[in-house]
């Protein structure tokens, strides 16, 4: 299937800004499930500084905001063709070793919430079914409703809260997971939504190592394993390693964000 995707950040500040940088990961990769067909970035307000790879494998934008700005408008737009792989993402790639997503983050540590989920699944037969029952129980127990969180929640605070976004749910995941022994990560990207273009956010789903299968993913949120209406853009150990725009400003004063996304299905591409 052939995505197209136009993902455009306007910030807004207060006091003209003194200085600002922020780092980019907006831009998807050549990968098993995808292969992106064309993609630009452009910014409204800053200028692009240099590119690289993290050690996760993340294409990485530095961008320092103009001088005197009262606006930053960062808009990421492009074509991607994807595949439905049941969920099985892709190979280890990157210079991060595999034990290294077993270690805890401030967002995914480990109490008494995340050990019950690992309780109730510990004994299901095999690793396939038993991190989709954890992806199950989660869901259940753990409903998906806006601002009851924010971008520093941990899982267990959504799970003492019984609600949460995607990214939430990722992170209760994630912690689990690495709490069965698997390796896991949090992903962020974008999903085609039936009946509706304009969403109001990138989605984020978690994938967890699976000898003999590789890096698997679950979308909590919607109860599957990514399909071809997936595009993977960047991961790391939680939401905060794999944000799509992060960094600091000087001299801004207050802050507001808007976000205008669009994901639909185009023309070209595998059907």
């Not at 910030?11 to 992106?36: F, H, I, K, M, N």
């Not at 990485?60 to 930053?72: F, I, K, R």
Request: proline share 2%; glycine share 10%.
């Amino acid at each position: 299937m052939r995505l197209n995707i136009s993902h455009t950040t306007t910030y807004r500040y207060a006091s003209p800004v003194r200085y600002g940088l922020q780092e980019l990961r907006l831009r998807p990769r050549d990968e098993t499930t995808q292969t992106v067909v064309g993609w630009e970035i452009t910014v409204d307000g800053g200028a692009h500084e240099l590119s690289f790879d993290d050690h996760y494998g993340n294409r990485v934008e530095l961008v320092s905001l103009t001088p005197g700005a009262t606006e930053t408008t960062i808009t990421a737009r492009g074509e991607v063709d994807t595949l439905d792989t049941a969920g099985v993402a892709t190979k280890h790639l990157g210079h991060t070793a595999l034990w290294f997503y077993l270690r805890a983050t401030e967002r995914t540590v480990v109490g008494k919430g995340v050990r019950r989920f690992c309780d109730l699944v510990r004994d299901e037969s095999d690793d396939v079914n038993r991190l989709h029952s954890l992806s199950s129980r989660i869901r259940d127990d753990v409903a998906y409703r806006p601002g009851e969180s924010d971008v520093a929640s941990s899982a267990e605070d959504a799970i003492d809260a019984g609600a949460g976004v995607c990214q939430d749910h990722a992170h209760i995941f994630i912690a689990a997971a690495r709490n069965l022994g698997y390796s896991a990560r949090y992903v962020s990207g974008y999903l085609l939504l039936a009946n509706t273009v304009e969403q109001d956010a990138s989605h984020a789903w978690a994938e967890a190592w699976i000898d003999g299968l590789g890096w698997v993913g679950f979308d909590v949120s919607n109860g599957i394993s990514p399909d071809d209406r997936y595009v993977r853009v960047a991961t790391g150990l939680d939401y905060r390693a794999a944000a799509p725009i992060r960094g600091v400003t000087y001299g801004a004063g207050e802050e507001t964000l808007e976000v205008e996304l669009q994901v639909q299905a185009g023309s070209g591409g595998q059907q």
